[in-house]
């Protein structure tokens, strides 16, 4: 039998939820690696495909030399619409996660009101003017660490139930402290 780790000390976050804060949280909870570069490239690869069938089916009659600058044109142009592609999808995305984030405040109003967070060894107890809840470690086994918070989350999907432990509210425990508690507890999401 294994022996039980050592109860860690309670680290305490004092804080009000800002909008920014939220909108970090929608933003690494609907984060995906890979899903941000897919249509891009899709896109240019789309484009190079055609822009070489069209040259090496001969559709248009160029000598060797023409035609290798077309295929490079048509590559430099696919580049750059993989560029816009990516510069419209992430401001979408800023827009989208604003939107978001301005939704949950206006729905639940006692989120910008000044919290109390306890992290311990059972989970967290959140404590406000309006709510008093402690949330178990099970009910969110993962989380993410961006620069501003840690947002807990209930699963790994796109919908899933968050917390958002902003980086600033911590008293007088460190991020280390933070960070070693929730690796104890959570595993933090790939």
């Not at 899709?42 to 069938?53: F, H, P, Q, R, S």
């Not at 060894?121 to 809840?133: C, E």
């Not at 009910?139 to 919908?159: C, M, N, Q, W």
Request: no cysteine; glycine share 6%; proline share 6%.
């Amino acid at each position: 039998m294994l022996p039980e780790p050592a109860p860690t000390d309670p680290i305490r976050l004092d804080y009000a939820l800002t909008p920014d804060d939220l909108r970090d949280g929608v933003a690494a909870q609907q984060r995906r690696g890979w899903v941000r570069w897919l249509v891009p490239i899709l896109a240019v690869a789309v484009l190079a495909a055609v822009v070489e069938g069209l040259v090496s089916a001969e559709v248009w009659e160029f000598p060797t030399d023409a035609a290798a600058i077309v295929v490079g044109l048509g590559l430099v142009l696919a580049a750059i619409i993989g560029g816009i592609a990516v510069l419209l999808a992430r401001l979408a995305l800023a827009a989208t996660y604003r939107w978001q984030a301005h939704l949950l405040v206006r729905g639940n109003p006692w989120l910008s009101q000044p919290i109390q967070a306890m992290v311990t060894d059972t989970g967290i107890h959140l404590r406000s003017a309006a709510v008093d809840a402690t949330i178990a470690w099970s009910h969110h086994p993962f989380y993410i660490e961006t620069d501003r918070s840690f947002v807990l989350l209930a699963s790994k999907g796109l919908a899933a139930t968050s917390v958002v432990l902003p980086k600033r509210g911590l008293v007088e425990a460190g991020l280390s402290q933070l960070r070693a508690m929730l690796a104890t507890h959570v595993r933090e999401r790939p």
